[in-house]
């Protein structure tokens, strides 16, 4: 094969293009258009609901404090019970959340599983008021959460189709 033909080729196909490109009416190019802009729409919208996702998921972390157990020990030590308005202690779970008087939002412990039960006694002798709690997660954010991400990939399919299906029409 010489170098002549791989040129020669490259300029039948750039012919061919040509004039397929000329059998485009306006009418054609402006679906085209329209085409082009529905992909960018469905495209932001797909960001706007990852966006809306991820602001939602940051919103669920907890934003309070972690106080050491080291920390938590020297307060039942020295006697400063009055200062824990109330402790939640979920069932399996290592961590104990502490509601300081005064304080915004609760603080979290991480007790060694092998201090949890003296920990709990110490806390109750001491007076300060214990809730114990199944460890469940909240069925009705758990079912908001499934139903937005379903509508959102919804949405982006059908987009995905519609544009796909112009596409199929435009070139029969």
Do not use: H, W
Not at 33 to 43: A, D, I, N, Q, T
Not at 48 to 66: C, G, H, K, T, Y
Not at 124 to 136: C, E, G, H, I, Q
Not at 158 to 168: A, D, E, G, T, Y
């Amino acid at each position: 094969m010489t170098a002549a033909k791989p040129f020669q080729l490259l300029l039948l196909i750039k012919l061919c293009e040509i004039a397929a490109m000329q059998n485009y009416n306006a009418q054609s190019i402006a679906d085209l258009r329209r085409l082009g802009s529905m992909k960018v729409l469905g495209v932001f919208f797909l960001t706007i609901m990852l966006a809306i996702i991820v602001l939602s998921v940051m919103s669920i972390r907890p934003q309070d404090e972690f106080l050491a157990y080291n920390q938590l020990e020297d307060m039942l030590k020295k006697g400063n019970t009055d200062q824990i308005a109330r402790v939640i202690v979920t069932k399996g779970d290592p961590v104990i959340q502490l509601k300081i008087a005064g304080a915004e939002g609760l603080s979290y412990v991480i007790v060694p599983e092998t201090s949890r039960e003296s920990l709990i006694n110490q806390l109750s002798n001491a007076a300060v008021p214990l809730d114990f709690r199944d460890k469940t997660k909240s069925i009705f954010g758990g079912v908001i959460d499934f139903v937005l991400s379903v509508v959102a990939l919804s949405v982006g399919v059908v987009l995905v189709f519609k544009s796909i299906r112009v596409l199929i029409l435009k070139a029969q």
